[in-house]
């Protein structure tokens, strides 16, 4: 196979502290993509949030660069507009390649893709070597669906749910602490089983949070827990003993460019799944978001964007703005955070670690326990 038509061809990361030396950054469709909205206002507001998401994300590519580490964009993948018209008819457009860190886990080696609906559209052609790639949840959803096995190897929670759900789960609900994986339970029962047989170099530590855990927890450097105000700091004792944690006690300091009032009065219009300035006053964009974009959004309300950091190595962090009590806690710990803007975090409901797949990081495998 010729590697020289791939970006990423060779991986290695059992942490996300150690010297990053090659990450992969997500990307947003480009302004054109709303031409068909017919509404002049509605269309003008879109398209300012694709220029300025776009913005922030080649201003986060040079913080990095500057930093000495390699970067690798997500297409704009525009083309998939072929498919869909704004007529009135088609609804949920497809969404960017913008959160690589949502789908893909870097495991030693290789990059673990965790959920069913990749293809070469959506960000493969020309990024990842298939030979990084581990497909084993599409691999078995493809079974399921050729009838040749008859359940998958995740069992949800909610144990009536037989659908796709089986087949796949949120990459940031497991966290690398060298030989060790922290593995968060909560949403599926046996995922801490399903992975290290996959990966019998590690070895299993889980809590249970629910949801991304990447927007409740961070892991900056050995030692040092951030977590926010609703994680039981109590299972750290187990998974990560003798640890420091520190838990935020007043979040979201940042919310919306420094305008929190407005975010907590407003939320209700979108059922705090998403936010941007002009909801309150624009129930068109409110509207349109509902019924086009609602693959999308995430639950806004719910993302501690402040814990949601990348460590470019264990004395420097890219975070979006500052938070006082994260900025003391970093300052302590002798890690000197980077502040980057994304300014449309509370639409898109991600941050600095969604946005980026760690491929590349210096050392080997380690334990940090005994």
């Known amino acids: 196979m010729d590697s020289k038509k791939f970006q990423v061809n060779k991986v ?7 010297p990053l030396k090659q990450v992969v950054l997500g990307n947003c469709f480009t302004p054109e993509f709303f031409e068909d909205v017919k509404d002049t206002k509605l269309r003008d507001l879109l398209q300012q949030i694709l220029y300025e998401t776009i913005e922030d ?15 690798v964009r997500m297409p704009h993948n525009n083309k998939e507009l072929e498919e869909y018209h704004l007529d009135g008819k088609v609804r949920g457009l497809p969404k960017p390649c913008l959160m690589p860190r949502d789908e893909f886990l870097t495991l030693g080696n290789k990059i673990l893709y965790t959920s069913t609906n990749w293809n070469n559209d ?18 078995q959803w493809k079974l399921f669906q050729d009838g ?44 801490d089983k399903v992975i290290l047989e996959r990966y019998p170099e590690f070895t299993g530590a889980n809590i249970a949070v629910g949801g991304h855990t990447d927007g409740c927890m961070n892991l900056p450097k050995p ?26 006690e007043n979040p979201n300091y940042m919310r919306s460019e420094g305008d929190i009032h407005s975010w907590v009065a407003d939320k209700h219009i979108t059922n ?28 806004s309300e719910e993302s501690i964007f402040e814990v949601n950091m990348l460590s470019v190595n264990p004395e420097t962090v890219l975070s979006l703005n500052y938070q006082p009590e994260v900025h003391n806690a970093l300052k302590k710990h002798g890690i000197e955070p980077i502040y980057c803007r ?16 760690d491929t590349v990081r210096e050392g080997e495998i380690e334990d940090y326990f005994t």
Request: aromatic letters at 12%.
């Open 57 to 71: 994300l080649d201003n986060i590519q040079k913080t990095l660069e500057d930093l000495g580490v390699e970067v």
């Open 148 to 191: 040749k096995i008859s359940h998958g190897p995740l069992i949800p929670t909610n144990q009536d749910q037989i659908n796709h759900q089986q087949f796949q789960f949120a990459a940031p609900v497991i966290h690398r602490v060298g030989n060790r994986l922290i593995i968060d339970v909560e949403d599926h029962s046996n995922l």
């Open 223 to 248: 030692g040092l827990v951030i977590c926010a105000p609703f994680v039981n700091e109590s299972m750290f004792k187990e998974t990560l003993p003798g640890w420091d944690v520190v838990k935020i």
């Open 342 to 357: 994304f300014r449309h975090r509370n639409f898109w409901d991600g941050g600095l670690h969604c946005l980026t797949l």
């Open 122 to 139: 959506n960000g493969g052609d020309n990024i990842f070597n298939p030979d990084c790639m581990d497909m084993f949840f599409q691999e």
């Open 12 to 18: 290695n990361a059992y942490n996300g502290w150690d």
């Open 272 to 299: 705090g799944k998403w936010w941007h300035p002009e909801a309150k006053s624009n129930p068109e964009l409110v509207k349109f978001v509902e019924e086009w974009l609602n693959k999308w959004v995430g639950y």
